[in-house]
């Protein structure tokens, strides 16, 4: 979903977090994670590492960002789009 259109308090099923459509929705479902509590406390670089090890591709660094982004809204943080966390992973500023 669109950062700018999440409702925290609406917030029920995957694709209701930011960043987040099916194909991500369905990636989640793989790392066994089927409601967006399950993303508080993640690690979004474990989660990307664990994803590539289950399907055997190496995925576009840029997930490691979205989960960056899902991990950091469950955690209390504002919804953002996914790429302000791009400059976190490459050792840059944090996100702002």
Known sequence: MNPA???RD???NLTDLPNVGPATAADLRLLGIEHPAQLRGRDPA???ATLCRKTGVRHDPCVIDVF???TAFMDGDDPKPWWTYTALRKG?????
Request: aromatic share 6%; glycine share 12%.
């Open 5 to 7: 259109r999440v409702r």
């Open 46 to 48: 474990q989660l990307y």
């Open 92 to 96: 840059g500023a944090t996100p702002g």
């Open 10 to 12: 609406a917030v029920r």
């Open 68 to 70: 960056a982004s899902i």
